[in-house]
Nanobody
């Protein structure tokens, strides 16, 4: 069973909004943080946003701060631009961290990714 499953894939126009969800029912055990990363064609996977389960501390990449909002199991994306086009991955950390990790190595479980395309 796949540990994490993303949903919310879509094609939106510039300035539009989209909400991604991460289904964690495929795994058991504790959750301490969830992160969202994205990877555009020909580019490395990059951090988008993260949240801790205890305390709800959040962290955002500069490129999305003020436009994206992370909550448990979802990522609300507003004012989308073509630069936001990528495959988006949710990731989960099962050990305590006072701050949400902003690098892929900070997470253990990963989803398979969901495509987000922003058309101009």
């Amino acid at each position: 069973q796949v540990p994490l499953i993303e949903s919310g894939t879509g094609l939106v126009q510039v300035g539009g909004s989209l909400t991604l969800s991460c289904d964690t029912s495929g795994r058991t055990g504790s959750t301490y943080a969830m992160g969202w990363f994205r990877q555009a064609p020909g580019k490395e996977r990059e951090f988008v946003a993260a949240i801790t389960w205890i305390g709800g501390a959040t962290s955002y990449a500069d490129s999305v701060r003020g436009r994206f909002t992370i909550s448990r199991n979802s990522l609300q994306m507003n004012s989308l631009t073509p630069d936001d086009t990528a495959v988006y991955y949710c990731a989960l950390r099962n050990t305590y961290s006072p701050r949400p990790p902003t690098v892929p190595s900070g997470y253990i479980y990963w989803g398979q990714g969901t495509q987000v395309t922003v058309s101009s």
